[in-house]
Structure formats: structure tokens, C-alpha cells
Nanobody, 119 residues
Framework: QVQLVESGGGLVRAGGSLRLSCAASGSSFRIYTMGWYRQAPGKQRELVAHITSSGSTNYADSVKGRFSISRDNAKNTVYLQMNSLKPEDTAVYYC?????????????WGQGTQVTVSS
């Protein structure tokens, strides 16, 4: 089972930027599709972006053009660069592996990192 530790969140003003990091354990990090998810209070957790083992990326419409996902397989780390942040981006952000075919995340989650965007 992979262990995930998210970091890099904080309080930022609208229009600002943050870079989130996700450090993953395990010997097979390189082969997995990884995703960033977020959950705002009272709302469902949603997929923000994902990146495949080959480097292909996909983004939710709400963040496209503002966020960028990347990975460093040598460091077992996934990043989420967030620019032009909006108050509606406020949420707890999580990373996780995505299962083949379905894209469903693994059952085990880290504690996430809080992102708060003020007006």
C-alpha cells in the first residue's frame, strides 16, 4: 500500500499562486497514474487533474489553464502548480493513485493539505 503525504497548502490571496507536493512511498510509483483531488466543506470530493505514467495530463474544466500537474518519478513526487487562484479553489487537496480502467482512486487517502484563497 502506498503512503501519501501532501504539503504546500496555505492561505493565499485571490490571484496568487501555490505549489502543492505529494510524496509517495512504494517501489512502483513510476507505473501509476496519479491524481490531485479536492474537497470543499459540504461538497463531494472531485478530481482536479491527473497525470499518467507516460506524462499525459487531464484537467477539470474549472482549473484548466490555471493549474498544472507534473511528476518527478526519481523523487516519487507529484506536484500541482496552482496559478490565478480563486476563492472557489478553497478546499482540502489530496493526491492518490488512480486505478486502471475505471479511474477510481485507491481506498487509502492521506491527510491532505488545506488551501484557502481569500478575496
Amino acid at each position: 500500500q502506498v503512503q501519501l503525504v501532501e504539503s504546500g497548502g496555505g492561505l493565499v490571496r485571490a490571484g496568487g499562486s501555490l505549489r502543492l507536493s505529494c510524496a509517495a512511498s512504494g517501489s512502483s510509483f513510476r507505473i501509476y497514474t496519479m491524481g490531485w483531488y479536492r474537497q470543499a466543506p459540504g461538497k463531494q470530493r472531485e478530481l482536479v487533474a491527473h497525470i499518467t505514467s507516460s506524462g499525459s495530463t487531464n484537467y477539470a474544466d474549472s482549473v484548466k489553464g490555471r493549474f498544472s500537474i507534473s511528476r518527478d518519478n526519481a523523487k516519487n513526487t507529484v506536484y500541482l502548480q496552482m496559478n490565478s487562484l480563486k476563492p472557489e479553489d478553497t478546499a482540502v487537496y489530496y493526491c492518490n493513485r488512480r486505478r486502471p480502467v475505471t479511474g477510481v482512486p485507491d481506498a487509502s487517502w492521506g491527510q491532505g493539505t488545506q488551501v484557502t484563497v481569500s478575496s
